[in-house]
């Protein structure tokens, strides 16, 4: 799993990250089931984007990777906050 590092791409995580929680927060239409695969879909657009709109198994790699682990952080850091506070 360690090798996956090399394909994060920290501004698209974060980009995702922030798209993910707004969703979540401000668009009550969107069921919580859906918000994984926007943030996926998005992340290989923005990791297209970054590499010059070259389409490549790494770009797509990369996208899927960071816009995945935004949902994965999220989730940590929502039970990180809960224990805090419980």
């Known amino acids: ?3 996956l590092n090399e394909f994060m791409m920290p501004a698209v995580f974060g980009i995702c990250l ?4 707004t969703i979540k927060k401000w668009i009550a ?4 089931k859906y918000i994984p695969g926007i943030v996926a879909a998005l992340g290989v657009f923005l990791s297209i984007w970054c590499s010059g709109w070259e389409i490549s198994p ?4 990369s996208g899927l990777i960071s ?3 935004s949902t994965g952080m999220h989730q940590m850091f ?3 906050i ?3 506070t419980g």
């Open 82 to 84: 809960k224990d805090e």
């Open 29 to 32: 239409d969107v069921d919580n």
């Open 18 to 21: 922030c798209t993910g929680y």
């Open 58 to 61: 790494e770009a797509i790699l």
């Open 78 to 80: 929502k039970q990180f």
């Open 1 to 3: 799993m360690e090798f």
């Open 67 to 69: 816009g995945l682990s």
